[in-house]
Every structure is written in structure tokens, then in C-alpha cells.
């Protein structure tokens, strides 16, 4: 019995030609300077799919992605990257409805953390769409949105390192009250804020850790 699993992320979970086309992707085969990640193989969910035996339906990463609608230099992401818009379009296209989903990785809140998007202030219903913009209540949305569309499945909120403290806390406190798994990270080895060959591995083994217990 395959257990699908789909993928919300950012550059850390992009590799080119696994994402949607059109997409921002950071690792790929060509490499970069500042990664020794070359092969999709090296990426945590390549691993983590292949030795907790899941079926990848969609990875739905983009490099450089916020979870709220407000991305790098104050620019709008309320109908591009952001996580919201982009779980809202995958909404919209039907894909639930095509898709029995198991299984679900969020692994976001580095680039809300980089851009210095506004935090605003927790918010767990009654949402408004300016609300969105900020990267607190947009993170509790997102998680609820999720929730509700998906209240049979898996899912797990992966928090990265180095986070602003207050969006750490907020991804925690939403995945308590949501019921949604928190993954939290003791190191990821990085370079150029980004994980290496070693760092994948480390966010692989987290994962592992935490899907063994469940």
C-alpha cells in the first residue's frame, strides 16, 4: 500500500527538474560554489522517501519561498511563491480531491525569517487576508488550512535552525494546537545557509527519528 506524500518547502527542498515548472530552484547538477549537493540523491527528501518507502506525488518547493504573502524587499507574494498562495492554488486545482494524500512535509519560515517580513502577532481563526501578510498569523493559517483539507493525513512541520526565536515558537505553539508533528533540529551542517551533503543528512535522520515513532 503506497503512502503519497507531497512536499511544501523552500530552497531547501528544491532540486531542478523535481519541482513544478516555472518554480525557483537552488541545488541542482550544475551545483553551485557555495553547496557540494549535485545530485537529488543528496537531498533529505530524496532519502527520507526512499528509506521510509513513501510515493512522492508532488514536491511543491520554491527557492526562496516565505510562508506569508511578503517576501524579500517588502515584494508581494500573495499570488507567486508563498505558501499560502501556492497551497491555495494546489487547493483550487483539485489535487486533493485527485490525490489521496498520507502524508505531509512543511518545511518552510527560513526565507520569513531572511526577508525580515513582519511578524505581527499570533493568530489562530477568523483570519483576514491583510493578516497574511504577516509572517505569525500566516504560519498558523497555513497550518490550519492544511489541517482542515487534509484532517486524515500525516503531517509534519519541519523548523529550521536559526530561526527569528519568535517564528520558532509560533510554528510550535500552531503545530500543538493544530495536531500537527513538529520536527526540530539539533544541527544542520550549512554553508552559505543552505545544508550540505552532511546537513541533508542530518535533517534526513530527524525525520527518520521522528516517522519511526509514529
Known amino acids: 500500500m503506497s503512502n503519497n506524500t507531497i512536499i511544501f518547502g523552500d530552497s531547501y527542498s528544491t532540486f531542478e527538474k523535481f519541482v513544478p515548472d516555472g518554480y525557483a ?4 547538477e550544475k551545483g553551485r560554489p557555495e ?15 526512499a528509506e521510509a518507502n513513501l510515493n512522492l506525488v508532488l514536491n511543491n518547493s520554491w527557492s526562496g519561498s516565505t510562508i506569508c504573502y511578503t517576501g524579500y524587499n517588502n515584494t508581494d507574494c500573495s499570488k507567486s511563491s508563498s505558501f499560502i498562495y501556492r497551497l491555495h492554488m494546489v487547493i483550487e486545482q483539485g489535487f486533493f480531491d485527485k490525490n489521496n494524500i498520507d502524508t505531509v512535509f512543511v518545511f518552510g519560515g527560513t526565507n520569513d525569517s531572511w526577508a525580515d517580513a513582519p511578524l505581527g502577532t499570533m493568530k489562530y481563526e477568523n483570519w483576514e487576508h491583510d493578516d497574511l501578510y504577516f509572517v505569525l498569523p500566516a504560519i498558523s493559517y497555513f497550518l490550519k488550512t492544511l489541517k482542515d483539507k487534509l484532517p486524515k493525513a500525516h503531517i509534519y512541520c519541519l523548523i529550521n535552525t536559526e ?10 505553539k500552531a503545530c500543538q494546537i493544530y495536531g500537527i508533528t513538529e520536527i526540530s533540529f539539533d544541527t544542520i551542517d550549512k554553508k552559505c545557509g543552505h545544508p550540505t551533503i552532511k546537513g541533508m543528512q542530518d535533517i ?4 527518520l527519528n521522528v516517522l519511526r515513532k509514529n
Do not use: C, F, G, R
Open 25 to 28: 530552484v537552488y541545488y541542482s
Open 163 to 172: 530561526l527569528k526565536p519568535e517564528i520558532s515558537a509560533e510554528m510550535k
Open 204 to 207: 534526513k535522520n530527524a525525520v
Open 35 to 49: 553547496t557540494d549537493v549535485t545530485n537529488v540523491y543528496h537531498t533529505w527528501w530524496h532519502q527520507v522517501i
